[in-house]
């Protein structure tokens, strides 16, 4: 989480370029310099304790011994989540692991019901899990405190909903602002972002409208403009091409891919298209609460 600039340049050369493009934009890639009011302190305090917050451990996974510690974005870990209630106890997640790779666009599917979106609420912080953890930028983050993770959630993570979620009383412009408000960032550096990533995502002469007055893509897509605001480590999209016809679904798929080719974003993708998600780098199979399989979709994991 605190990987410096410099130092992160050193352990991937090949990504400085990339980075420099993306600083043009003022969209610094994730895993540069997150502040996040998680102190060293608390880190120190928490290693002292065996509590283990700062760092991903990933020893226990095969796969794992092939990546780089600093190339790991998330990490779900024997996650668990049961509801009780009075018709009695609900088993939704039993046991979810994996790894999510900086710049991976991961898609999870699986049948209605099976725990994507419990599982990614869970990821984002939406909601807590049972048990077991989950890591963002190797900060275990249901360790933090409340505000601590309220923090989290602005900064590192952007969140993508098939029913957009944008304040059809503001404009869109506005709507793209909220996260950078949240956070503090400067009057004129938040206004100019914003522009400059409706302008990246091609609706920038649609600033000054109400989302209302948008298409469900356009409106999807200042959904995407805002996930972006704070420079998240990790996007996540549940559904977001779910309420979009077949060609704007595509469109705003296509928008996602071009995120995490040019600008090396990760991000989580949950979809009932099988189509879509095998032109994502690698798929999850969701079922009855496990990962059922995985599969790398080669040609285009490949195609990074
Ligand atoms: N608050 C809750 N209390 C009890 N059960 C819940 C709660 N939220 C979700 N569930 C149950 O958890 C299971 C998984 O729900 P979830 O929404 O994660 O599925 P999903 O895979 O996203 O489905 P879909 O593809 O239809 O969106 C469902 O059986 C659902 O009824
Ligand atoms: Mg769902």
Sequence with gaps: MNISRAQHNQNNPNQSRDEDHLVNLNLKPSYSNHQTRVSQKDLQHNMVEGNNIGMVDSTHYQNAKQINRTKIAMEVRNLHKVYQSEAGKAVVLEGINFIIKKGEFVSIVGPSGSGKSTLLNIMGALDTPSSGKVFINYVDIFAL??????????????????????????????????????????????????????????????????????????????????????????????????????????????????????????????????????????????KDGKVEKESINEKFALAK
Excluded at 196 to 209: A, H, Q
Excluded at 276 to 284: G, K, N, P, S
């Design 145 to 286: 405190s409340k505000s601590q993770i309220a923090d989290m959630r602005n900064k590192l993570i952007g969140y993508i909903f098939q029913s957009y979620n944008l304040i059809n009383r503001t404009t869109v412009q506005k709507n793209v602002e909220i996260p950078a408000i949240i956070s503090g960032m400067g009057n004129k550096q938040r206004k100019s972002r914003a522009l400059k990533l409706l302008d990246l995502l091609g609706i920038k002469d649609k600033s000054n409208y109400k989302p209302t007055n948008l298409s469900g893509g356009q409106q999807q897509r200042v959904a995407i403009a805002r996930s972006l605001m704070n420079n998240p480590a990790i996007i996540l999209a549940d559904e977001a091409t779910g309420n979009l016809d077949t060609k704007t679904g595509e469109e705003v798929f296509e928008l996602l891919r071009m995120l995490t080719k040019k600008y090396n974003r990760t991000i989580v993708f949950v979809t009932h298209n099988p189509e879509l998600a095998a032109r994502t780098d690698r798929t999850i199979f969701i």
